[in-house]
Nanobody
Framework: QVQLVESGGGWVQAGGSLRLSCTAS??????????MGWFRQAPGKDREFVGG????????YDVESVKGRFTVSRDNAENTVYLEMNSLKPEDTAVYYC????????????????????WGHGTQVIVSS
């Protein structure tokens, strides 16, 4: 079993920045066996992919809606994946979730929520105008 815990959310004014963290743990868990993704969900909307990264950080998965503003990175020594968010807009307000999928033996589009096996409980981000 894998546990994911997000942190770093909060309130920020439009144009500001936040960095979210997601730390993974688990019995016999190896962080480098997993690709990681970040999603968000605003009230009344579907869960939306905002970025991902493969097991060694050599490849990132981007989405046009936040490209150039959001960056995903990871520190495998710390079992942590990050989402750096810049130039935030009110429409970025949502609960942000990290998710994990085992790299080998699982296919699936890394931009789709159904691909991921483990999820955190989310961290709220509020961007005011």
């Amino acid at each position: 079993q894998v546990q994911l815990v997000e942190s770093g959310g909060g309130w920020v004014q439009a144009g500001g920045s936040l960095r979210l963290s997601c730390t993974a743990s688990g019995h016999t868990f190896s962080f480098t066996n997993y690709d990681m993704g970040w999603f968000r969900q605003a009230p009344g909307k579907d869960r939306e992919f905002v970025g991902g990264i493969n097991w060694n950080g050599g490849r990132t998965y981007d989405v046009e809606s936040v490209k150039g503003r959001f960056t995903v990175s990871r520190d495998n020594a710390e079992n942590t994946v990050y989402l750096e968010m810049n130039s935030l807009k009110p429409e970025d307000t949502a609960v942000y979730y990290c998710a994990a999928v085992i790299t080998y033996g699982s296919g699936g589009n890394r931009a789709e929520a159904s691909t991921y096996q483990y999820w955190g409980h989310g961290t709220q981000v509020i961007v005011s105008s």
